[in-house]
């Protein structure tokens, strides 16, 4: 079991953007993780998303895989996904399920995968409001970064990083189940995000393990 790691806290809201960003520096350089206060997404959304989320992973597999991904969008099932390629196990121990912008190229290519309406009415309004606040605190954490490499604040939306519009929302159900057969099994094993930034929020139930080398 590793020891609790004390990750700095970066408040989004401070007008200090320079010294905001140094901190965002350093945290990056020290630990590779750091919590983000005052982003601006409110509680009731969050709320909001953790219900639907609930109740979307609460339906039948059947209905469920009506959904199924294609490409990076839709629904994926319990060991559907193993992170890290030279485990042994038959996959990780959760489901999946991933949103993005309908506008751009990816958008077309790989359009979004909706539970019906009568089903969940609120989930798909829920989730596109959702999408659009938390581009908003990407962007605006893109320009702290750039401050701390040192570019201008607006240089990630100058050379077009915002164009494809290929963020994603990633929501994940961990089954909390052990494997009968005895094989490790993970709920995401070990693994380095793809693109340049991850913004996690969690339910409260902790889980999350840092590997700093």
Not at 158 to 174: I, K, S, T, W
Not at 181 to 210: N, P, R
Request: with cysteine; proline share 4%.
């Amino acid at each position: 079991m590793g020891t609790a790691l004390k990750l700095p806290i970066i408040d989004l809201s401070s007008p200090e953007k320079l010294s905001t960003s140094r901190l965002i520096r350093q945290a990056c350089l020290d630990h590779g993780f750091f919590y983000l206060t005052n982003h601006g997404v409110s509680e009731e959304l969050m709320e909001g998303v953790l219900i639907e989320s609930k109740k979307l992973f609460s339906l039948p597999l059947v209905e469920k895989m009506v959904m199924a991904r294609h490409g990076f969008r839709g629904y994926s099932p319990l060991y559907d996904e193993k992170l890290e390629s030279s485990s042994t196990s038959i996959g990780d121990s959760k489901e999946m399920f991933t949103f993005g912008s309908s506008e751009g190229v990816l958008g077309q290519l790989y359009p979004n995968k909706w539970p019906l309406e009568e089903l969940l009415p609120l989930w798909r309004p829920t989730m596109e409001c959702y999408y659009k606040n938390v581009m908003d605190v990407g962007k605006k954490l893109f320009g702290l970064v750039a401050l701390a490499l040192n570019l201008k604040e607006n240089y990630f939306e100058q050379v077009g990083a915002f164009n494809d519009q290929a963020a994603v929302v990633r929501l994940l159900r961990y089954s909390g189940e052990s494997n009968s057969s005895g094989e490790e099994t993970c709920g995401a094993s070990a693994h380095s995000d793809f693109g340049m930034i991850t913004l996690l929020a969690t339910d409260g139930v902790a889980g999350l393990q840092v590997f700093i080398s």
